[in-house]
């Protein structure tokens, strides 16, 4: 029989990881409390079930699954009711934090006797048919949730321990959504100097790698800048205050921040980033 499984947040890679969890027949919990009409349409789609607090923490497995900036305040308000309870769940937090981060929750996770798993997810959410995201996962607890790899996730366990997973995101998501970001500062000040199509053209001379990476990097960043802007302080605070790359990721989360409100307001950046891309395109 299939582990319960809760899956908190439903956002737009918790909700697809459910649904590949509910494919394989389990059936997948989460909190639906004060969310959105979308995000609820999103939790039925997907298959999951909504439930309170106490059901949420009867679980086998829970996976946290949220913005970075809430991963903490989500472990504790999970130890307060599992502190209550007598059954003890393996929780797994799958955020993009940074290995001190983790560790702050893994203090609160062990304090009301649950067991914490340390995941890194690497790639974008599930599809039908294909076998991705990657779920990296470390701790002494990592192979308490083997079992998932038997119901259509990619586990792959780092023999490390807390801190290792999450160290692997940190350095992958800083190169990976770096180079997003340098691009995107460098296509906006290329614009704002007339040199959109001299940029564009040279990259797809010298680094057409490059030119096709932005073409499709760069519009799909916009709606998700707002998450990023965390996510760049976490790898900041990976690096520490006195290294001087942090101040590169606190530059990008001002980026990222500033992107997140264009996209709210006017759109200027937004749809300089988009034509961009588009010319970036082949006709």
Known sequence: MPPSI???APGAMGSAIAARLVEHGCKVLTSLEGRSRATQARAAASGMSAANDSEIVNADIIL??????????????????INRNRKKPVVVDCNAVNVETIRRIQDVVLSSGARLVDAAIIGLPPKPGTKGPAFYVSGEAATDIAVLGQLGLDVRVIDGPIGAASALKMSYAGINKGLTGLGAAMVLAATRAGAADALRDELALSLPHVQARLANALPDMLPKAYRWVAEMREIAGFLGEDHPAAQIYEGFAALFEHIAADVQGEGAD???LVAFAESCKPN
């Open 6 to 8: 809760a899956v908190i």
């Open 64 to 81: 946290s699954i949220v913005p970075p900036g809430e991963a903490v305040a989500l472990a504790e308000q999970l130890a307060t009711t």
């Open 270 to 272: 937004a749809a300089q």
